[in-house]
């Protein structure tokens, strides 16, 4: 891809000459603002999916290309190479954080995060410290690259909320479950909240770096929480989460807040206080506008499998995820989750360009 060629003037909010990236598509929908056309991104479209990124990662550990600012950038730039999505998100993990605050762990293949010690107990947590942006500095380095490799194209920060590290770190690693996560949640507040804290405190210093360096919108991924009741998910969550998002609102870049399996929870994840709400592909929008108070966009939320069916019926099914977005005040396109490892790219590049034309005519 050609670089595009401009002057950089203001990093933290990406300005490009006069040109602004408020004036965007995405960060508009973000904002709830009119936009010429539905924006879109996918979750993991920078991955697994792309034979181009199975090249770069062929000998490369996950951990050790998430810390490399030139494979952080080339992957970053994949997807916006092949479609005309209209934001790129940030090639990292959830975990890097973790790992960048002395936490000893692995993403193994097709596994997922793998935790050497598992926390369970007060001495585990307290091992836990905070996150000094000099912790990642590599996070830094790329992102501000990046900011001037994308030109007009916005780029996504992201973290995983407080309850999703948890997870993965009292589990040990992936979980189906996650019987020992919440045992600790229902059992031991007082660990639980010094963790979620620790947890808290070091999710907020990650989007702040990203923000810092020239991201343009931040995700906290709070991937697993739909296994929790409305209930719990107040009481030992959404405080958590709030503070995040609290603390993150200063910085003035739209914030997205996702999870999966979280139809009874999108109420109340609305008023943890992001600026849109990410959606799985259970609820379908319409239904989910009725579910989060007004004053936010929503995200998604095209399920991911659709895109192994035969072309017609993804463009059914894309049509229709578009029409119910109408109603929300604004409307980013997605999947429902992440792209699937075997998706086809070439139907996720029509997918893109499908979805803009039919929301540029309606
Ligand atoms: O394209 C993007 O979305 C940006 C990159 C990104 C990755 N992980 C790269 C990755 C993002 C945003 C994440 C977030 C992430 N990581 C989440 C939240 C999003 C979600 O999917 O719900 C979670 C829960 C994790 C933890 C994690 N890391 C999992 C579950 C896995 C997959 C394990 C597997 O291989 O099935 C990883 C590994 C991972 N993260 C890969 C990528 C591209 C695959 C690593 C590989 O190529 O070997």
Redesign the pocket.
Known sequence: MMTPVFRHQDGRRGTIGTVTLDDTPFIRACRRLPVPHTPVWF??????SLPEYRRV?ADIP?LEACARPDLIVEITLQPVRRYSVDAA?F?????VPLKAVGVELD?Q?????VVGQPIRDIEGVKRLRGLEPTDVGFVTEAVRTLVGELGEIPLIG?A?APF?LASYLVEGG?SKNHERTKALMYGRPDLWHELMDRLTDITIAFLKVQADAGASALQL?D?WVGSVAPDDYRRSVLPYSRRVLEAVGELDVPRIHFG?GTGELLGLMGEAGADVVGVDWRVPLDEAVRRVDPGKALQGNLDPAVLFAPWETVRERARDVVWRGRTAEGHVFNLG??VLPDTDPDVLARLTDFVHEESGRL
């Open positions: 979750m993991r479209q920078a991955g697994r990662r996950m998100i090639f990292s993990d959830i975990m993403i293949p097709g596994v997922g995060p992201f995983g999703t992936p991924f991937s999966v989750h992440g």
